[in-house]
């Protein structure tokens, strides 16, 4: 079957503007995840969905990052006034439950640049 | 604040060797180490994943090793191949946190042929 899938592969930007990116994530997937992954790190959580709600965004750098899933499934993160140091690959991984073990699936990953 | 730290940075071993990377964390409320895999491009795929009541567990040729007094653990690659040349992450989580995925910085393992 399909995987977790994220729109679009790259996304260039000038500092300042908004931008949004996609996730679609495995069919039948409750817990839907955000990361953040910069140069040589690992990836850092931002926001866990369980659902349609965000029962965890404790990982939100500040009020420019907020993210929706409307009908529990394909999640849009939303960066407004975007900031050279946003640029990042955006990772969405989603998992059948969020309950412990439940393997988290993720996608390739939204490269932004910020210019 | 890093919560998992994760060693060494980069690793270079021969076909055939033996790969062993390891992660120590804080939180002793943890419950759950992943390790995942990571090729350039990609996004990271889970390896092997443990709980802290096993000590061992095994995989093929990938094992991890659990130390819970020591809050530590590692990932062990058997029979290195030039293919396993990737990024790896150790992670881990908790139930009362979201289960989001604590990662470590990661290893640059390099197998030469």
């Known amino acids: 079957g399909a995987g977790v899938s994220q729109t679009p592969s790259n996304k260039v930007t000038e500092k300042g503007k908004y931008v949004e990116l996609r996730c679609d994530p495995i069919s039948g997937h409750t817990a839907l995840y955000w990361y953040r992954q910069s140069l040589g790190q690992g990836p850092e959580f931002l926001i866990y969905?369980?659902?349609?709600?965000?029962?965890?965004d404790s990982g939100l750098p500040n009020d420019r990052f907020f993210a929706v899933r409307p009908e529990g499934s394909v999640s849009t993160l939303k960066i407004q006034r975007t900031e050279r140091g946003d640029s990042a690959v955006y990772l969405c991984?989603?998992?059948?439950?969020?309950?412990?073990?439940?393997?988290?699936?993720f996608g390739p990953g939204t490269r932004l640049t910020v210019l | 604040q890093q919560q998992v730290k994760q060693s060494p940075q980069s690793l270079i071993v021969q076909k055939g060797g033996i790969s062993i990377i390891n992660c120590a964390y804080e939180?002793?409320?943890?419950?759950?180490f992943p390790w995942y895999q990571q090729f350039p491009g990609k996004g990271p795929a889970l390896l092997i994943a443990i709980r802290p009541d096993v000590s061992e567990k095994k995989e093929g040729r990938f094992t991890i090793s659990f130390n819970k007094s020591a809050k530590q653990f590692s990932l062990h690659i058997m029979d290195s191949q030039p293919g396993d040349s990737a990024t790896y992450f150790c992670?881990?989580?908790?139930?009362?946190?979201?289960?989001?995925?604590?990662f470590g910085s990661g290893t640059r393992l390099l197998v030469r042929p």
């Open positions: 991984a989603s998992s059948l439950n969020g309950h412990s073990g439940a393997e988290q699936f």
């Open positions: 939180n002793t409320a943890f419950d759950y």
């Open positions: 969905f369980q659902g349609t709600g965000a029962a965890d």
């Open positions: 992670a881990a989580s908790r139930m009362d946190s979201s289960y989001k995925l604590i």
